[in-house]
């Protein structure tokens, strides 16, 4: 399999939904960040963007974000319980796995999720991480776990021009949970757990900042 390939045609794919502004419909808003959705042309469901202001920088947000093993993100972000590499392609494409608690109050079980990830810095000093769905030798469905697919999904750390102290995060999800689950608790659970997302990046930027001076 073509890894680096599909990790560069899906960096080019989050490029694209990032310069969309059409057809997008809110459907969640916090202080932290406003959620919107629109159908997805990857799967039947949707593909849901968050758009908010996170008072860090690049660097510290990305810091907390980067999808490495034994990286920040685990410790804050509580839709992941694990992130393990299974290979190593070079220094920007790996392919990972990620393991999901239950959520929904027990409705959904736990997930694992297997993707090739690229990260990339554009010249703007845009931060981006960009993940799709693989298959992997190493990484067979697991007992206890369904296996979901993740389509294009990933985040952009975005500079914002004149305020380096603070970081437009956008991030985009598009995810087939797999199993039985009905569509409503589907589309009542990405929007919330987006919002949760951010309000968990914003105090895990802050510690980390106070956790360095």
């Not at 608790?185 to 309000?199: A, G, L, N, R």
């Amino acid at each position: 399999m073509d890894y680096r390939h599909i990790a560069s045609t899906v960096a080019e794919c989050l490029l694209s939904y990032s310069r969309d502004e059409s057809g997008w419909k809110a459907c969640k808003k916090t202080s932290e960040v406003s959620v919107f959705w629109k159908p997805s042309t990857e799967f039947p469901g949707n593909l849901y963007k968050g758009d908010g202001v996170i008072p860090a920088s690049p660097e510290v947000v990305w810091e907390c974000l980067k999808p490495v093993p034994n990286g920040l993100r685990v410790q804050w972000d509580s839709n992941i319980n694990q992130f393990d590499l299974i290979e190593s392609i070079d220094d920007y494409v790996s392919v990972c796995r990620t393991v999901t608690p239950s959520a929904a109050m027990g409705l959904i079980s736990p997930r694992d999720f297997v993707d090739v990830v690229l990260v990339k810095q554009y010249e703007d000093g845009t931060f981006s991480s960009n993940a799709t769905h693989v298959g992997h030798s190493e990484c067979p469905p697991q007992p206890g776990f369904v296996r979901g697919f993740n389509h294009p999904c990933g985040c952009f750390c975005v500079p914002i021009p004149g305020e380096p102290s603070k970081t437009q995060l956008l991030s985009f999800f598009q995810t087939d949970l797999g199993g039985f689950l009905p569509q409503s608790i589907v589309d009542s659970f990405f929007p919330s757990s987006m919002t949760e997302f951010y309000k968990n990046l914003k105090k895990a930027a802050k510690s980390y900042q106070e956790g360095s001076q």
